[in-house]
């Protein structure tokens, strides 16, 4: 089988793992799940398995089974740095990221931020307009 054409972050992923493309053996095999007839008539599911580090991905994304190819390397390029790099690997970045946005604040944090905010209502409150009385 040939390489298929992965955008270059994911080539330059590779390349950085030292992954060899020939190892991986691919299989098309028949999907599940929901589609009736179509999904059980073709093999448009796409396992691969790399023996070096015993690493098996399915990938039954789309409908076409070249895109799912390319979205199974994708996946397969992904799992293998995190098995290598572990919490310095871009998913683990990501993950960490959205773990820390979702975290509650904490107290002091909020605190500071709700008198900033009482500071802020009260310089609007002495913009408002002064009415002078009829002389």
Do not use: W
């Amino acid at each position: 089988m040939s390489i298929p054409d992965l955008p270059p972050e994911y080539r330059k992923k590779a390349d950085n793992l030292k992954m060899d493309f020939y190892q991986i053996q691919e299989k098309f095999i028949r999907g599940s799940g929901a589609g009736g007839q179509k999904i059980n008539k073709t093999s448009s599911c796409v396992q691969l398995i790399y023996p070096p580090l015993n690493i098996d991905v399915k990938c039954q994304k789309h409908r076409e089974r070249e895109k799912n190819r390319i979205s199974a390397y994708k996946l397969l390029i992904n799992k293998i740095e995190l098995l290598k790099k572990g919490s310095e690997s871009t998913l683990m970045k990501k993950m960490y990221k959205i773990r820390k946005q979702k975290q509650k604040r904490t107290k002091r944090a909020k605190e500071k931020m709700l008198e900033l905010k009482k500071r802020r209502g009260v310089l609007k409150k002495e913009r408002n307009k002064i009415v002078i009385p009829n002389q």
